[in-house]
């Protein structure tokens, strides 16, 4: 039985352009135009239609060039400029904005003088040095000398402590000094640098993977410890038997344990032989050890392909490693993957769950006032802000289900919780919630516009109404319902506000995805793009230097939400043609 | 409390910070305090719940501390001081950064839930910052003006509202200019100390712009000319000027400086505190306990310098750690 529902509802594609004249009001329109008022000729109605389709244009072009513009510049490497100014100290840095502004006397009552200066605000660095990172200076300061760029000051970015602009003085192995000119020390830099840097990684690589392991069987032993303890009590033979059993194991792994710190200990000896004295813009020598530089470039020699070698190895850097620095620095990889997986996830619960509503509503349900106040609802959902979902989600799935699961299956694991707190599954349900309405309302318009007359031939062949549906109106819809799954995940993926509420977290930067059993960890924490835009833009201890980070983390969101788009778009493409040829 | 909560840190021989700021060195890191020596058998996760202000202090420690135990797995959330109880109580988190003291309503529901106190240690030393932009030439604020700035009960007892500038005898194009406030939502132990110790438990004007973090009052104090704002002194940036503060008219205005903020002489100076579920006479699981020994060792100290606040000294760091029952080795 099809539904005279399906009568009521506008077909999309015969819609009208003007409400309710005559069958083809257009030509109708056209017919009148002599001699009539403005109003009727609706040439205003033209302009007013279209000019608000200019202003939604305008509004997201130029929404989107600030956002790429101030993504895209972000990474690429500035000139150092030396500033030295009338009191005899000098200031090294890249400019990063410039304005101009009513001069003050540097000391109080900070007299106002006639003439407005230009100032320049300079990322200076050598935050341990100095305890700030960027600083103004004006041209009243300066006594109108010129900026400099020497020819030999150079970035370092580093692990920790954010960058450093200094001239490179001296370049030592353990106490040798091999080379003491700029030029010198930089082909020693260039030289050692890629060596020592595989050691580190080399070196990370035991940390990591080789610790990391001895550490995980560790906590299971200690695990299966902890049950023997929770099922026969402690003191109980069989516990003591364990107990046995896990000091053996223990003991096995410390002694790996220790091999491994030793290896380590030997490569961090073996890289810290390599140092660089440099000596920053105001006189002051430090040291810096060759396996905390990430990268170092001398920023005013470089040609114009070492410039780009540098933009790409930043714009690399930024995708596909970790965060460091209370994520100020380094990459946005765990986030990357923690928007895909959590996105993917949640289209996964959704969308089965959607279609199968949409399809009893529309299909099965006897319409009447229930159907209709379930679509009222449905609609209503869509409504209610997203923070609410947060609420629901960290109620019900983290502290009534979650903590059933934990209670059930990881009684040992107690009081920290593994399902019972915010995470990737939670947050997947909890988004995929929010975007129930978009896939049932999509569904269900897919579904009205299937012709009624193909439901009538497929049933007066014999057919019944679930033959009917699975292959005839289901393949006619499938277009309008990846639409819809489209439409849920765009919304999905660029949510943040629940997320904070059931798992998104500032630092996680354990994968949901690896290579431990049982390889997708769905009650992790996870890193999310749109909350990391939140957290630099909110948080960030360093707000100047965060401000950018901001621009490319959201280019980098849209691309990416772009890219989970065009590829469903895709997938609807092939589906369309496929089920092409059945068209009748 | 009030009074009681300053900081009396005069005795604990701060000379050497001062010999070495003098020396251009600008290290305030104990180094009495040792290096940290990692152990073996750590590993598990923590998860930490609570304070904005502390959230990349606590980002650091996590990272430096994953640097010794690679697999050990730290979650950090930071939406306020506020959050960290419940999560202690609920058992959500092992650790609960705070910008404040806990209230008694939040120690008593831990103790009906567990039957002792919560243990809060003194991580490190923040300065409670009054923000304005980089071109305002204010001299300094009384707190008594900050109250009257702020509050609308004016508790600190100022005669006047102050609602412009030319009332704090600024000239010029700044004289008529009204006053734009901005402050931090009420889920935050900023919020509570600000409240607590400047407005003397007083009601916070309803003009008072509430930021949902600590650097979106700085950015805020940085693009509004005539904006004031209060936030921890880790979030300072080249964008913004930190007002010097007098406790009483007349006396001099004191500097947000580290040497005033070990002196006692900054009249909003707080200590950090990382509240921990520990059973008095207990001992701590490893991983709390290690966690807790690298945030008082030379490393984690460091990691506080980082962040942007000061770290405790050594005397302070020993009392802490006895508090959780670890024998500190200094």
């Given at each position: ?145 010129p ?50 840097r ?53 003991e ?19 890289n ?32 114009w ?78 409504g ?110 660029g ?73 469903a778009i ?15 | 409390?009030?009074i ?47 304070s ?54 939040e ?20 300065m409670?910052a ?10 300094g ?28 005898e600024?000239t ?89 903020a ?69």
């Amino acid at each position: 039985m099809t539904t005279p529902v399906l009568a009521n509802r506008s077909d999309p594609t015969s819609s009208a352009p003007v409400g309710d004249s005559p069958p083809s009001p257009r030509s109708a329109l056209r017919g009148t135009q002599s001699g009539a008022s403005l109003m009727t000729r609706s040439e205003s109605v033209v302009w007013l239609l279209g000019g608000a389709l200019v202003i939604c244009l305008a509004m997201i072009v130029g929404l989107l060039s600030l956002i790429v513009w101030q993504g895209l510049v972000t990474f690429w490497p500035r000139p150092v400029v030396l500033i030295r100014l009338a009191d005899g100290q000098a200031v090294m840095g890249e400019v990063v904005r410039e304005e101009t502004a009513e001069a003050r006397t540097e000391t109080p009552p900070h007299d106002v003088q006639a003439q407005p200066a230009r100032r320049l605000l300079l990322r200076v660095g050598n935050y341990e040095l100095t305890q700030e990172h960027y600083r103004w200076v004006s041209d009243a300061q300066t006594d109108g000398q010129p900026a400099e760029r020497p020819a030999w000051a150079v970035v370092f970015e580093r692990m920790a402590w954010g960058r450093f602009y200094g001239f490179p003085k001296a370049f030592l192995i353990g106490d040798d000094t091999i080379a003491q000119t700029p030029a010198a020390v930089w082909a020693a830099f260039q030289k050692y640098h890629s060596q020592v840097r595989r050691q580190w990684r080399q070196r990370r690589r035991l940390e990591h993977d080789e610790a990391g392991e001895v550490n995980r069987l560790m906590e299971q032993a200690r695990l299966r410890l902890k049950k023997f303890e929770l099922e026969h009590g402690k003191d109980s033979p069989q516990w003591k038997a364990a107990h046995a059993e896990f000091e053996t194991i223990q003991e096995a792994l410390e002694r790996r344990f220790a091999r491994i710190r030793h290896d380590i200990e030997t490569i961090d000896r073996w890289n810290s032989r390599y140092q660089l004295r440099v000596e920053t813009a105001d006189g002051r020598e430090t040291t810096l050890l060759l396996k905390d530089i990430v990268r170092a470039y001398p920023a005013n020699r470089l040609s114009w392909l070492d410039r780009w070698k540098i933009y790409g190895a930043r714009w690399w850097e930024f995708v596909s490693a970790e965060p460091r620095e209370a994520n100020t620095e380094g990459g946005v990889f765990p986030a990357i993957w923690g928007t895909v997986v959590m996105t993917l996830l949640m289209t996964t619960a959704v969308v089965p769950f959607g279609v199968l509503a949409a399809l009893y509503l529309r299909e099965y349900a006897k319409p009447g006032l229930a159907v209709s106040a379930v679509r009222i609802a449905v609609n209503n959902l869509a409504g209610v802000p997203s923070i609410v979902f947060g609420v629901f989600g960290l109620g019900f799935f983290c502290y009534i289900i979650g903590a059933s699961i934990d209670e059930l299956l990881f009684a040992e694991k107690l009081p920290s919780p593994t399902f019972g707190t915010g995470g990737l599954l939670w947050a997947s349900l909890t988004l995929a919630l929010l975007t129930l309405p978009v896939v049932i309302v999509a569904t269900e318009e897919a579904l009205a516009a299937v012709p009624r007359s193909m439901r009538e031939g497929s049933l007066g062949c014999g057919a019944t109404q679930w033959q009917t549906i699975r292959r005839i109106v289901l393949p006619k819809a499938m277009p309008g319902i990846l639409t819809g799954m489209i439409l849920a995940m765009a919304r999905g993926a660029g949510e943040v506000a629940p997320l904070m509420l059931v798992g998104a977290v500032k630092l996680a930067p354990e994968l949901p995805v690896d290579r431990v059993f049982p390889y997708v960890h769905l009650q992790r924490s996870f890193m999310h793009l749109a909350f990391h835009i939140y957290d630099l833009g909110f948080q960030s201890p360093n707000s100047e230097a965060a401000k950018p980070m901001v621009f490319t983390t959201t280019l980098l969101l849209i691309a990416i939400i772009a890219a989970l788009n065009l590829s469903a778009i895709a997938i609807r493409n092939r589906l369309q043609r496929k089920y092409e040829p059945g068209h009748f | 409390m009030g009074i009681a909560e300053r900081l009396w840190l005069v005795p604990l021989g701060f000379v050497f910070v001062w010999a070495q700021a003098a020396a251009g060195q600008v290290s305030l890191v104990d180094p009495k305090l040792p290096s940290y020596t990692p152990v073996q058998g750590v590993s598990g996760s923590l998860k930490s719940v609570g304070s904005d202000t502390m959230n990349n202090e606590m980002a650091l420690w996590a990272e430096g501390f994953q640097r010794f135990y690679p697999n050990v797995k730290i979650e950090i959330e930071g939406k306020g001081s506020s959050t960290a109880p419940p999560a202690l109580i609920a058992g959500t988190a092992q650790f609960g950064p705070m910008s404040r003291s806990m209230k008694q309503a939040e120690r008593n529901a831990f103790e009906r839930r567990f039957g002792y106190q919560p243990t809060a240690l003194r991580t490190s030393i923040d300065m409670l910052a009054v923000y304005v932009h980089k071109d305002n030439p204010i001299r300094g604020l009384t707190l008594a003006q900050l109250d009257a700035i702020f509050s609308k009960t004016r508790k600190a007892g100022h005669p006047v509202d102050m609602r412009t500038w030319g009332q704090l005898e600024l000239t010029g194009p700044w004289s008529g200019r009204p006053i734009s406030l901005y402050g931090r939502n009420s889920a935050s132990g900023t919020y509570g100390y600000f409240k607590e110790h400047v407005l003397l438990g007083g009601d916070y004007k309803d003009e008072v712009k509430e930021q949902p973090g600590s650097s979106a009052v700085v950015q805020a104090c940085a693009t509004d000319r005539f904006a004031i704002g209060y936030s921890g002194i880790g979030y300072k940036t080249a964008d913004v000027r930190v007002v010097p503060l007098a406790v009483e008219e007349g006396e001099p205005f004191v500097e947000a400086v580290p040497e005033n903020a070990y002196s006692g002489e900054y009249p909003l100076a707080r200590f950090l505190y990382l509240n921990v579920n520990y059973k008095p006479g207990s001992s701590l699981d490893p991983l709390r306990r290690e966690f807790i020994r690298y945030i008082f060792s030379r490393q984690g100290q460091r990691d506080v310098a980082k962040a942007g606040y000061y770290p405790v000294p050594a005397a302070i760091a020993r009392e802490e750690l006895r508090k959780v029952g670890i024998e500190p080795e200094f």
